[in-house]
């Protein structure tokens, strides 16, 4: 899994940087019209280090998320 970012242009996303496998299949999170969101350099390598971490199978079931979830409140 990647996150890239770009923008809208002619109806199109164009992707910033290294540009996505020909045929891809994406997932796109568009902002409404005045909603921003912007995620620091520390921010992006956390999510990134998780993707890597879901991709080795360091993962855990929704119940045990949800049970933490339930301990922190």
Do not use: W
């Not at 299949?25 to 350099?41: G, N, P, W």
Request: charged residues 25%; proline residues 1%.
């Amino acid at each position: 899994m990647k996150v890239s970012s770009g923008k809208v242009i002619g109806g199109k996303v164009v992707v910033e940087g290294e540009p996505l496998t020909e045929g891809a299949t994406v997932t796109i999170l568009a902002r409404d019209e005045d909603e921003t969101f912007e995620a620091s350099a520390e921010q992006e390598a956390a999510l990134l280090a998780a993707i890597e971490e879901a991709k080795c199978g360091d993962l855990i079931s929704s119940n045990q998320l949800l049970a933490s979830l339930r301990r922190s409140v």
